[in-house]
């Protein structure tokens, strides 16, 4: 079946830790996304690639680093320097190539600060 | 302002009602506009799509579009209790450019 999927789907982390969480897909997209979801602020952007060994920042980069080094995987590592991690984070993906509209979601991952 | 506002609800309704969700937005350069489902605990799942101004229909969904207004709705016709979810408007201005969520809307949908 051909889809998105991340994980861990839950995640702990003490504080002054980095975490890494994985986002994988098969749908042959090129562009893949990064959001992070807090109450009553929807989601929020946190880094795109648009294509393999290219990416930008989004709204609330600070704290977050990413690489691209295959087409599937997007991880995302959550770094010391975000002060304030504990939130449920989606990864997506689309066509790319201009055509964001249809953007598939995995399941995500909530990460709670111990 | 934000770019796109949203009610957040929520809003409860009786079992094979009409519901009406809407959002606004201020920047004219929105082309495409999205609507998405979210069960709780899960990532958002696409609903509808549309690009021009008037009524899509899928099923007893519709979505309309006033660009005039820069006003966007998502009707759901005879509600289901398998409704109830949180609904997130979306918007893009097309090309590279990154797609903008609404805080989305909480509906139950009682029996």
């Known amino acids: 079946d051909g889809g998105i999927t991340q994980s861990p789907k839950y995640l702990f982390r003490k504080e002054g830790q980095n975490v890494t969480l994985s986002c994988e897909q098969n749908l042959n997209h090129d562009a893949m996304y990064w959001y992070r979801q807090d109450p009553g602020q929807g989601l929020r952007l946190i880094y795109y690639?648009?294509?393999?060994?290219?990416?930008q920042k989004g709204d609330i980069a600070e704290g977050y680093s990413v690489s691209r080094e295959k087409k599937e995987s997007f991880p995302l590592t959550v770094t010391s320097a975000q002060k304030n991690p504990t939130a449920f984070y989606l990864c997506?993906?689309?066509?790319?190539?201009?055509?964001?509209?249809?953007?598939?979601f995995g399941q995500g991952t909530r990460l709670t600060v111990v | 302002q934000k770019e796109v506002e949203q009610d957040p609800g929520p809003l409860s309704v009786p079992e094979g009602a009409i519901v009406s969700l809407n959002c606004t937005y201020s920047?004219?350069?929105?082309?495409?506009f999205m609507w998405y489902r979210q069960y709780s605990r899960k990532g958002p799942e696409l609903l509808m799509y549309?690009?021009?101004?008037g009524n899509k229909e899928d099923g007893r969904f519709t979505a309309q579009v006033d660009k005039s207004s820069k006003y966007i709705s998502l009707f759901i016709r005879d509600s289901q209790p398998s409704d109830s979810a949180t609904y997130l408007c979306?918007?893009?201005?097309?090309?590279?450019?990154?797609?903008?969520f609404g805080t989305g809307t909480k509906l139950q949908v009682i029996p």
């Open positions: 690639s648009q294509i393999v060994n290219d990416f």
């Open positions: 549309t690009y021009s101004s």
């Open positions: 920047n004219s350069a929105f082309q495409y």
């Open positions: 997506a993906s689309s066509l790319g190539q201009g055509r964001n509209t249809e953007a598939f």
């Open positions: 979306a918007m893009e201005s097309g090309g590279y450019q990154k797609v903008t």
